[in-house]
């Protein structure tokens, strides 16, 4: 399965973003996809998965209130739709695909089993 992750670039605070991912495989299947960050020095860490049979969302702290993931089965295409940027959100957005749904957390970056290779977000203030 390959992810090809599009749609960083930069931003102001305040801003918004989408990002989008497209998978080789049908997302229809059932699959989970999910969304990590890394900003440098840090570790990786989940912003947001969406099970795809059912749509089901969950979020990081982080990211709730102001992020959305949303999934069109038809493209096999994941989104993340990024509002009120802070500059703490600046960093490498990886989607992410477990095969093995349904998800009931946002769960680790281990127990995701394909990335994308990453699409640089960077927000200013």
């Known amino acids: 399965v390959q992810l090809q992750a599009s749609g960083g670039g930069l931003a102001k605070a305040g801003d918004s973003l989408r990002i989008s991912c497209t998978a080789s495989q049908r997302t229809s299947r059932g699959h989970v996809m999910g969304w990590f960050r890394q900003a440098p020095g840090k570790e990786r860490e989940g912003v947001a998965c969406i099970n795809s049979n059912d749509g089901r969302t969950y979020y990081s702290d982080s990211a709730k209130g102001r992020f959305t993931i949303s999934i069109d089965n038809a493209k096999s295409t994941v989104f993340l739709q990024m509002n009120s940027l802070e500059p703490e959100d600046t960093a490498v957005y990886y989607c992410?695909?477990?095969?093995?749904?349904?998800?009931?957390?946002?769960?680790?970056?281990?127990?995701?089993?394909?990335w994308g290779q990453g699409t640089l977000v960077t927000v200013s203030s």
């Open positions: 992410a695909m477990d095969p093995r749904p349904p998800r009931y957390d946002l769960g680790q970056a281990y127990e995701y089993d394909y």
